[in-house]
């Protein structure tokens, strides 16, 4: 085996080792990486050819966390690890995103690439390591790729930034950041901040890619010790420059015109496709050869459609539906459009629109989370829809897809620093955004759809946020750039970054930034960090127009959940034997309650108790119910008892749940009372004092009499005096000598 090791030491010590040459040697590159106790192994494998009719990078990235590496069972009947994740998919998409961008333009090969979580240690996050793996395995390989790169995680702990923290660290992190980029430039940026300003988020990122390029170095080490410095030879494409340059002088100032129409989307794209029609026909009359040319001709096209489109907003800073480079198009906005729904909203910009709802659940309705490292619940969740309608595609929706799942963990981390959640909130809150149009920058919409719709349900949000995508064309030969505000679908699909950027009024809460072009400077990324606060401030004004803040109450048909805590020692007894007490209170009052324990210092326990229900009168049944079972009885104080059974010395009350007190003969009336079933019956109701409680036995005595008017004359009748105690006999017994015992008899009988 010819093993090579490559070592990369962080600033704090900490090592990260990548060794190639042990595990995979069938794949076409293949790695192990190591942190601590984390280990990664990615294979990357390449068709030897690519297939026909492909004129694009069919990348796969997968990302798959193996609950052995953890020393855990899967869950579920099956037991075995089953389909991605949404941890999985997003890992999986910050790898693919990273690396796409750097295949050759023209190499259409099928590239799998397969990063696995082989060893999981505890405290170590492994997502920031799979971009570097699944590099570090293209790097060992023949497969053309012009990297390498690395991602890192890069977060602000306590006023320093630190790379690649631990799980331990996160809580009191205000950044937290996946940056990947290559030896030269930045390539992609996502993660959530906690308000954090354009400048600080600016300097986590080229802290980052200090780091990054440290990384880009040992692996361009590692390919010239492997020999994979030169890659394979392949031909993927047929090329005939007489062809393009006729397409590009046919199409050129047809498309330009076109793309300076200001027409709608639908408009524009079917005006595209007719030109690229008469092009073809005109270029190639014969139909069989324009058949066989048909791919060839379909890439000159979109190479003219696209230089038409970049040299109009360049040259003239007018853009495809008319705007100029900051200008934001057009907003409405509607809450409370679902008379049924807990909370809902509309947010429509230019032709992209969301329909967004909020639901509010209890503490059973949080996500559950059963993944390798971490376990738990999520009280906050949001989810995201893009049917083909909002495109006008006609196909069926086949499930929740990777964009889906990417688009609605951005805009749930815009979302979430300003939810509350914990003692500030005991409900379960679950957005659902619908994408019903769609041009551009869905994702943020979500983001506006998804605050309004928080605002009208009534959900305290600490501050309001908005989100807004941004785009960049640029030329490498003039040093042109322009920066736009608010893109379009055609102006991200063209252009050179898709840049989105959520926050309040006070700072950035998530972004997420895709480069597809190399050089771009930090002055660039400055001036479009600015442009993007200045557009969101747009932004959310134009939303708080509609609703400004949360409404004060939750609307009538919402559930409403009554909190309250109760020592530790108590939670036993609400739920009771098998669950019987808690199960009984729900039936009889139809709510639902859920006990949360929650440690508190020094080794003492809190049981929180919610009860969610649809009216009040049965969540007060429930809540009277459950002080009942935690409340201490006090002497002297009056109770409500029902009577739970009836001896001849008196009766058994229970004045709180499971606690009965001794209602002794004497003390149901001031008179004589005979029979105690001549005043009282199982079942009835009667108050009672609480005389006394028995230090040792903790038994209850109580009265009636006491809560009645005496009689005038009462005169308390004499007791019969006690006949004295034979202590003397007593001592006599004890102390003295009792002379010898009498024999046993055999068999053991004393009886005489």
Known sequence: M??????????????????????????????????????????????????????????????????????????????????????????????????????????????????????????????????????????????PFNGPISEVRVARIDGKFVINPNFSQMPNADIDIMVAATLDNIMMVEGEMKEVSEADMLEAIKFAHEEIKKHCRVQLELMEEKGTVTKRAYCHEENDEELRAAVKQYAYDRCYAIAKAGTSKQERTEAFENLAEECFAALVPDEEEREAKKMMLARYYHDVEKAAMRNMILDEGVRLDGRNTEQIRPIWCEVDYLPCAHGSAIFTRGETQSLSTVTLGTKMDMKELDEVLVQGTEQFVLHYNFPPFSTGEAKAQRGVGRREIGHGNLAYRALKPMVPLGEENPYAVRVVSDILESNGSSSMATVCAGCLALMDAGVKIKKPVAGIAMGLISDSATGKYAILSDILGDEDHLGDMDFKVAGTKDGITATQMDIKVDGLSYDVLERALEQARRGRMHIMGEMLKCISEPRAEYKPHVPRIVQIRVPGEFIGAIIGKGGEVIQKIQKETNTVITITEEAKEGGVTEGVVDIFGNDKQSMDAALEWIKGIVAVPEVGKVYKGTVKSILEFGAFIEILPGKEGLLHISEIDWGKTDKVEDVLKVGDEVEVKLLEIDPKNNKMRLSRRALLEKPEGYVEPERRPRPPRRDSDKGERRGADRGPRKPRRQGGNTQE
């Not at 690439?113 to 082989?118: K, M």
Request: proline share 4%; hydrophobic share 45%; glycine share 8%.
């Open 2 to 143: 010819n093993i090579i090791n490559k070592k990369i030491e962080l600033s704090d010590g900490r090592v990260i080792e990548i060794e190639t040459g042990k595990l995979a040697k069938q794949a076409d590159g293949s790695v192990v990486v190591k942190m601590g106790g984390t280990m990664l192994l990615a294979a990357v494998t390449c068709a030897k050819e690519a297939k026909e009719d492909v004129d694009f990078m069919p990348l796969q990235v997968e990302y798959k966390e193996k609950f052995a590496s953890a020393g855990r069972f899967p869950g579920g009947f099956m037991k075995r690890e089953g389909k991605a994740s949404d941890a999985e998919i997003l890992t999986a998409r910050l790898v693919d995103r990273a690396l796409r961008p750097l295949f050759p333009d023209d190499f259409h090969a099928e590239v799998y690439v397969t990063v696995n979580l082989i060893s999981a240690e505890k405290d170590i996050q492994p997502d920031a390591l799979a971009g570097l793996a699944a590099s570090s395995a293209l790097a060992v390989s023949d497969i």
